[in-house]
């Protein structure tokens, strides 16, 4: 049977944080994960075949720890799978609900799936999180800026937040997917003011440094260190590609093997 509510979430948390909802459960026919990560790579033309297989070569044969690698690539065929799906639905004309966080992630994934929906725009119903505080029944308050960061039981405050996209919302979101691939940029951050943008590949590589010292540190909190300072702005997986990259050009000192973050130590070379 059709779907007559289809929620769309990014990455396999927030999906689980959502399905674990239990206020939202009647209001939920089926809930459909995007977890390619936009961030990272090229994402010029993803609607053909082959720009999706040279973006999944570019992470196979980049990423330094295969798993990484393998993982970030199943997600590019994977997607696009989806989205085909959703647009097949769609001749059902259900609602279909966004749940567009305001980090990165969330924005770069929700203005590719606009683009690609762009011809069912009237179908879109966004969430695009305001910037509000929510307060949990644990007592606290805090403004999540992602579904990723609330608790299950929190999730229902957010649904009186949903509301039809409109034609120059879809637009805006269009544009910005349109001018961020062809950009043909390998790095992509927001700004201070909140505008995401091409970046080059050393974006993040001072501020890895930064958390260097003159002692072996694991990688893992280096990189887990630098996450907290970026807000998150690339994964894991970037920052240890990075890493490793400043180790092999002599910018760090490093023990272990040079592969995935658990395997390796860092520290700043003598000068």
Known sequence: MASERIHIVFGESAKSILLASNEMS???????????????????????????????????????????????????????????????????????????????????????????????????????LPNIKIKSKFGHSYVPDSLVVMHPEDVHLLSKYFRKITKEECEEWTSMWIRLANENGLVRAAQTMGEIESKEVVYFDEILLSKCTENFLKAARVVGETLVDIGFEASDKTLNWRLIHLAKIKELNFEGKLNCLREYKVKRTKK
């Open 26 to 128: 009647e209001l939920i026919d089926s809930v459909v994960s995007l977890n390619d990560d936009l961030r990272l790579g090229p994402i010029t033309n993803l609607e053909k075949s082959d720009s999706r297989f040279r973006r999944q070569d570019w992470l196979t044969s980049t990423l330094p720890c295969q798993e990484d690698a393998e993982y970030l690539s199943s997600n590019v065929a994977g997607d696009f799978e989806k989205i085909q799906n959703i647009r097949e639905e769609l001749k059902n004309k259900p609602e279909i609900f966004i749940w567009s966080g305001r980090a990165t992630l969330d924005r770069l994934a929700t203005a590719r799936l606009v683009y690609e929906l762009r011809d069912f725009y009237t179908h879109l119903i966004i969430t695009d």
